[in-house]
Every structure is written in structure tokens, then in C-alpha cells.
């Protein structure tokens, strides 16, 4: 199966109290699910042309507080295809070895043209 990793570095745009999640100078959850989400780019199948995939479900563990400056390793590993499903598992790790977060992302292997005519952006 597909893997991919990805090294940041906690900025002060990336806090809780800077993404409207919290009032906190920490590590967002929702920023931590982008960083996890873009992983799951990284380690996706090549897909045919005319294709992309889309996030459909999210399981995220936000476990422990990274300030501002900690660096971080956010993994991807395709842990499961079937059919037009694609299933991650997702982790997060700081410059400690501490385990930040985890989880599990699916997503969907659509047609982009089809996708968007969908949503009227065609």
C-alpha cells in the first residue's frame, strides 16, 4: 500500500486562537485534519486522468497541545481500496516521538467533470 509523510512547523496562523477553534496559542484541530488530509493526497494512488478523490469520513484523535515552533511528521498509509474507497490511516508525531493525533480518513475516487457539474462549478 501507498505511504507518504510530511514535516511542519507549528505557526502562529496555525493556532487554535488564530483559526477561530479555541482561545489557545496551540496546535488547531482543524488545521491538524488539513495537514492529515493533505498526507492522504500524498500517499493516494495514481488515479486515471479525469479523476480526483474527495475526503467523505474522518475519525481524528487531537491527543496532545504542540505549540507554536514544534515540529511536526504527519503520516498517511492507504491502509484499504475497495472500489472507489480509499481508507487512511493518519498519524501525527512531534520532534519528541510524542503521538499527536491519529486517525483514519477515507475518501472517494470520483469523476472531476461529473463532481463539479454536480455542484453547478463546472
Given at each position: 500500500m501507498?505511504?507518504?509523510?510530511?514535516?511542519?512547523?507549528?505557526?502562529?496562523?496555525?493556532?487554535?486562537?488564530?483559526?477561530?477553534?479555541?482561545?489557545?496559542?496551540?496546535?488547531?484541530?482543524?488545521?491538524?485534519?488539513?495537514?492529515?488530509?493533505?498526507?492522504?493526497?500524498?500517499?493516494?494512488?495514481?488515479?486515471?486522468?479525469?479523476?480526483?478523490?474527495?475526503?467523505?469520513?474522518?475519525?481524528?484523535?487531537?491527543?496532545?497541545?504542540?505549540?507554536?515552533?514544534?515540529?511536526?511528521?504527519?503520516?498517511?498509509?492507504?491502509?484499504?481500496?475497495d472500489?472507489?474507497?480509499?481508507?487512511?490511516?493518519?498519524?501525527?508525531?512531534?520532534?519528541?516521538?510524542?503521538?499527536?493525533?491519529?486517525?483514519?480518513?477515507?475518501?472517494?475516487?470520483?469523476?472531476?467533470?461529473?463532481?463539479?457539474?454536480?455542484?453547478?462549478?463546472a
Amino acid at each position: 500500500m501507498s505511504r507518504a509523510e510530511m514535516v511542519v512547523v507549528v505557526e502562529r496562523d496555525d493556532t487554535a486562537e488564530r483559526v477561530g477553534s479555541g482561545d489557545v496559542p496551540v496546535l488547531a484541530t482543524p488545521r491538524l485534519l488539513a495537514w492529515a488530509e493533505a498526507a492522504t493526497l500524498k500517499a493516494s494512488p495514481v488515479l486515471v486522468e479525469g479523476q480526483t478523490s474527495v475526503g467523505t469520513r474522518v475519525e481524528l484523535e487531537h491527543r496532545a497541545a504542540s505549540p507554536v515552533g514544534t515540529r511536526l511528521t504527519i503520516s498517511a498509509e492507504l491502509v484499504e481500496a475497495d472500489g472507489r474507497r480509499l481508507a487512511f490511516a493518519v498519524k501525527a508525531v512531534d520532534e519528541h516521538g510524542t503521538v499527536i493525533g491519529e486517525g483514519r480518513i477515507e475518501r472517494a475516487v470520483v469523476d472531476r467533470a461529473t463532481f463539479l457539474s454536480r455542484i453547478g462549478n463546472a
